[in-house]
């Protein structure tokens, strides 16, 4: 069965730093998006992506914030300079349509010290 | 926007009990409702899922819920829970996003 994979598993990186999560969606899938969790709280999204653009974002995608579809499989998000409390799970999820099953991939929890 | 309120934060429950988890959302024209689990240190997976059709709605592991327009709610419901369902779970609208509430944590106990 198809899946959504996201490395790095865990990162962890100083104050300030830039860092770069990657996910591979599901190959036929056209919509992709990310949400962050930060630990003991709610799954929130952070912004969608389609057609190579942005279609929404939410008031945490900051401009500290960018997404990326560098090729036909990856979709990336980049956080030029990291804070503390960027420290989260964040998950990549892709679907075939905007309304329909969204599928998660396992997270990559980012540490910021 | 749409929104999700889950109304019970923490449901502790005995082996083979029944468990209701509540959920009610914000009225739209268009609702597409779901229900995720994520167990413990791992990822969210799809429990089931309402589009339209039938009000009842099976999902995996045993797990079912009901969409009712009226009362603007989507429960979910198993009859007899395992121990394995000790998870944490969300129930999400989907509004070109999924907007989910702040789950409920189902702990199972023998």
């Known amino acids: 069965e198809p899946e959504v994979t996201q490395t790095p598993s865990h990162q962890v990186t100083q104050m300030g730093q830039e860092v770069i999560l990657r996910c591979v969606p599901i190959?036929?899938?056209?919509?992709f998006y990310w949400y962050r969790q930060i630990l003991g709280q709610k799954v929130e999204f952070l912004v969608s992506?389609?057609?190579?653009?942005?279609?929404?974002k939410s008031e945490i995608f900051d401009d500290q914030f960018s997404v990326e579809r560098p090729d036909g499989s990856n979709f990336t998000l980049k956080i030029r300079s990291t804070k503390l409390e960027d420290s989260a799970m964040y998950f990549c999820?892709?679907?075939?349509?905007?309304?329909?099953?969204?599928?998660f991939g396992p997270g990559t929890r980012l540490t910021v010290t | 926007a749409q929104s999700v309120t889950q109304l019970d934060s923490q449901v502790p429950v005995f082996e083979e009990a029944p468990v209701e988890l509540r959920c009610n959302y914000s009225s739209s024209v268009s609702v597409y409702l779901f229900w995720y689990v994520q167990y413990p240190n791992q990822g969210l997976q799809l429990l089931l899922k309402y589009l339209s059709g039938s009000t009842l709605v099976k999902g995996i592991n045993g797990f079912e819920a009901e969409f009712n327009k009226s009362q603007t709610s989507f429960h979910l419901r198993k009859p007899s829970v395992h121990i394995s369902d000790t998870a944490e779970y969300f129930c999400?609208?989907?509004?070109?996003?999924?907007?989910f509430g702040a789950g409920t944590t189902v702990t199972v106990r023998a």
């Open positions: 999820a892709s679907s075939a349509d905007h309304s329909n099953e969204q599928y």
């Open positions: 999400a609208v989907n509004d070109y996003k999924l907007s």
């Open positions: 992506f389609y057609n190579n653009e942005i279609s929404e």
């Open positions: 190959s036929n899938h056209l919509y």
